[in-house]
């Protein structure tokens, strides 16, 4: 394998022990996410990681540049093909051919024992034995650092820490649009992060993702996420089953989310013991755009109640009003007697809950809340 030579790679130390794990164990592991999130930066730099225990060596297939299925399996059989002992074939960017990787792959390991697959896509290959491992957008101190890193001395100074950080939330925290605003904050006169936040191109760099990976999707899918991208917060299937009352039916309806799962465009979460579901920051709240003009979107704020104001729990409307009194999260913390993290939690939360991106604009809705009492 060949190391290229690129910016510096940031964070994800643990996902690469994690695929380190997982190429131990088993021998097809997919990266899966959104567009941009950074699967095939992470298999490179895993890759590399691990190219010692390869002694057949680590061959990278770019399936995203190639169009045809037959192409695409003599290219990988003559990488595998060259390879004795234990080699690691990467298979980057699969969606658009999955269905032909996904039968490339499983000949490929049934004929070559040595062979590890790890393969990177906007959605899985449903093969048996695949190991998914999903890759979120950067943790808001890397996302910080990728901006730094890629515009330094722009405006990231620690002076406006804070405005970084609030820009890369509206970025979603995805490294590509965060390369795609550094490249901004360099080109500017005077640039300054704050410039950048009347600049409606954030918008679209962070949406181009859900864009993308609503390209992948079938009818019944995108009908669906057409109306559970309104919920601004958690939902459960229930939820799902109310705003999908036209489409698709129930016994499908599941099918759809599991395959919005596999999209990234549905996150999966547990609280409880129950399960329910969310969609990523960057579409939360927002119908998509392809498909506002359809109908109207129903816009359910929480589970029990569909046409009141969205709700808060009491403690995040105790964060909200000290939020909006100017504390930052470690005054909120303190003053609450909580961990920093347990604020930051709340903050997010209310953030999602009020389809907001900063805590000006909580200010300014708990404002509103008091003058109207
Ligand atoms: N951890 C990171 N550190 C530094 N740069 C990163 C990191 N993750 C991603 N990037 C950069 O962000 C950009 C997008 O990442 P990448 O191409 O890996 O995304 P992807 O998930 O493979 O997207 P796609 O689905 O469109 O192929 C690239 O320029 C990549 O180098
Ligand atoms: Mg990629």
């Known amino acids: 394998m060949e190391r290229r030579d690129l910016p ?111 393969a990177t896509g906007r959605r899985s290959l449903g093969v048996v034995g695949e190991h998914l491992l999903p890759v979120g957008p950067l943790p808001p101190a890397d996302a910080v650092a990728l901006l730094a890193n890629r515009a330094p001395g722009r405006g990231v100074a620690d002076l406006n820490r804070k405005a ?3 820009l890369c939330e509206r970025l979603g925290r995805m490294p590509s649009a965060i390369e795609l605003a550094a490249r901004r904050l360099r080109a500017a ?98 119908p998509p755009r392809a498909h506002s003009r359809d109908r109207p979107v129903p816009c359910p704020r929480r589970t029990d109640d569909l046409d009141g104001p969205p709700v808060l729990t009491r403690r995040e409307h105790e964060v909200a009003e000290l939020v909006a009194d100017g504390l930052s999260n470690r005054e909120v913390a303190e003053k609450l007697v909580i961990s920093k993290r347990t604020a930051e939690a709340h903050m997010e939360h209310i953030l999602a809950k009020l389809n907001f991106s900063s805590r000006t604009q909580v200010a300014a809705w708990v404002a509103r809340r008091r003058e109207d009492r």
Do not use: M, N, Y
């Open 8 to 118: 510096a790679f940031l964070g994800r130390r643990a996902e690469i022990a994690q695929i380190r794990r997982l190429l131990g164990r088993s021998r097809l592991v997919t990266l899966t996410g959104l567009s941009g999130v950074g699967k095939s930066r992470l298999a490179e730099e895993a890759a590399w990681s691990v190219r010692k225990a390869f002694s057949g060596g680590v061959q990278v297939v770019d399936v995203s540049r190639e169009a045809d299925p037959v192409a695409l399996a003599r290219t990988a059989a003559q990488a595998v093909g060259a390879g004795e002992g234990r080699l690691l074939l990467v298979l980057d960017g699969v969606e658009r051919l999955a269905g032909p990787c996904a039968a490339l792959a499983e000949s490929l390991l049934r004929s070559a024992p040595g062979l590890r697959i790890l």
């Open 189 to 286: 006169p005077e640039p300054t992060t704050e410039d950048l936040f009347d600049d409606p191109f954030h918008e679209t760099a962070a949406r181009g993702a859900l864009d993308r990976a609503l390209e992948l999707c079938s009818p019944d899918e995108t009908h669906v996420w057409a109306r559970v991208a309104a919920f601004p917060g958690p939902f459960g299937l229930a939820d799902a089953e109310r705003v999908c009352v036209d489409v698709p039916p129930p016994a499908e309806l599941l099918d759809a989310l599991i395959g919005l799962i596999d999209k990234s465009l549905l996150i999966r979460e547990e609280s409880g013991g129950e399960v329910c579901f969310r969609v990523p920051r960057a579409g939360a709240g927002r």
């Open 164 to 166: 970084a950080a609030r």
